[in-house]
């Protein structure tokens, strides 16, 4: 009998946040600040580059959006994300298997917006940017928005997978959870982000090695 793919393993899990609300006001994202107590990271890593000009296929581009796509950037071993995969992307619901301290947790997250600009104007020149976001929802450790985005300069070539994060450690009931968290939250943030931007680079050079089909 074949498995069930990962989503239908946890589908009554996942139901749970169908109706979860975010966990913070996010209508005032623009007013959070180092200054008022929130954490706001940026994190880059070049990816192959392409010719000037529009993203090509093959090319690191299309291959970077396609492993954003699937969500399939995050260290296993540290996060999973579980989702249905047929939905759309915009508002996509997705549950967080997080691993650490030998614990693991369910957080709830839902894609807050799409990023799709063919042409963005940059100090570098005119940028293809695509990417989304996911913000936290009600009992998440945390609270915040990250937003994930993949760059190609159209005037150089060069392509970049960039993370960018606003957050703040959120309301846990468990002293326990909450004494962890406090003490290697921080540092489990930033193991996320490298190991993040070291696996999209091995899957897209991956996927950039891989024969390509010839259209019959």
Known sequence: MDKL???EQYRARLARYEHAPVNYDFSRQNEYTAANG??????ATDLPAE???????PGAFAAAQEVLRRYAFPPPSLITG???PDGP???RLMLLRAR???FTFWFGVRVSEVTDEAARATPGG???????GYRTLEGHFERGQIDFTIHKNLTTGAVQFRIHAVSQIGRIRNPFYWLGFKLFGRRLQRRFARESLARMRQLVAEALAAPQTKAA
């Open 82 to 84: 579980i989702f249905r």
């Open 100 to 102: 650490f301290l030998g």
């Open 5 to 7: 793919p990962l989503w």
């Open 38 to 43: 929130w954490r706001l990271d940026d994190y």
């Open 51 to 57: 010719a000037p000009g529009p993203p090509g296929a």
């Open 126 to 132: 005119p940028e293809r940017v695509w990417g989304y």
């Open 89 to 91: 992307l915009e508002n």
